[in-house]
């Protein structure tokens, strides 16, 4: 959903002369008052922000590619979009602008602090079929599809894929760990947590373009821990 009515801040933002000290000098303006104090007024971000942005290009390799991609402080958005959020008198910052183009753009990027900003306040990745996530499969970047599926955008494996100890370990850790006194044992309950839902929900078509990508550890990422079964045609590598 977009706002109805751009305020002045966002109609500011769309122009590239627009820095923080024009911001501050449009709050100033009593006559900005009225339009910045409106109930439910959102702010915009503008596509110009994120076309800045390097997108790297897809590797046609099979093994899973790592990049490092320089920026330089003219083209990052993300300081610049932290001193927007961060501002008092700026009307809710809107992440999904433009359909999601933010986060999509963030991603192809393969900008990762981007990304988790974005997420962090607000954005989703199902804008546009979950195209955010297809990017980052594509990419082959396993942390990045965590993160834009997982409910606290944790990039790190579960415990079922963390390896076992061996058993001259375990025996170690089980000699360092204090006996548990049988009361307490006995008056403890188990308490059950409660499972957050992912931020976007795996489908044939990720699970599908992450096979025809060669993308192994994402494929095993969908099916072991995110339960996506794979129909035939997918098992086979079928397009």
């Known amino acids: 959903m977009r706002p109805e009515t751009p305020g002045i801040i966002t109609q500011a933002l769309q122009y590239p002369i627009c820095t923080s000290r024009i911001i501050e000098a449009i709050l100033r303006n009593p006559r900005s008052t009225p339009d910045i104090i409106k109930p439910g007024l959102r702010t915009q971000l503008p596509r ?3 076309r800045a942005l390097v997108v790297s290009p897809i590797s046609s390799s099979k093994k899973p590619t790592s990049r490092k ?3 330089t402080h003219s083209c990052d958005p993300l300081p610049f979009l932290q001193y927007v959020y961060s501002h008092p008198d700026i009307p809710n910052p809107y ?13 192809g990027a393969e900008h990762t602090e981007l990304v988790r ?6 954005a989703s990745p199902a804008w546009k079929g979950g195209l955010a996530v297809k990017v980052a499969i594509k990419r082959k970047n396993i942390k990045l599809v965590r993160m834009l599926i997982e409910p606290d955008g944790s990039t790190a494996p579960t415990k079922d894929e963390v390896q076992p100890l ?22 403890r309950r188990k308490v059950k947590r409660r499972k957050m839902e992912d931020r976007i929900v795996v489908d044939q078509e990720m699970l599908n373009v992450a096979v025809r990508c060669d993308a192994r550890d994402i494929v095993d990422y969908f099916i072991k821990e995110k339960g996506c079964t794979p129909s035939i045609q997918t098992v086979l590598g079928v397009r």
Not at 95 to 107: C, E, F
Not at 168 to 185: A, H, I, S, V, Y
Request: with cysteine.
């Open 69 to 71: 991609l320089q920026r």
């Open 117 to 122: 900003f974005l997420l962090d306040n607000g």
């Open 48 to 50: 110009r922000l994120f």
């Open 95 to 107: 992440s999904d602008s433009w359909d999601g183009y933010p986060l999509i753009r963030a991603v």
């Open 166 to 187: 061996c058993a001259e370990e375990n025996t170690k850790l089980l000699g360092k760990r204090r006996r548990e006194p049988e009361c307490q044992k006995e008056g």
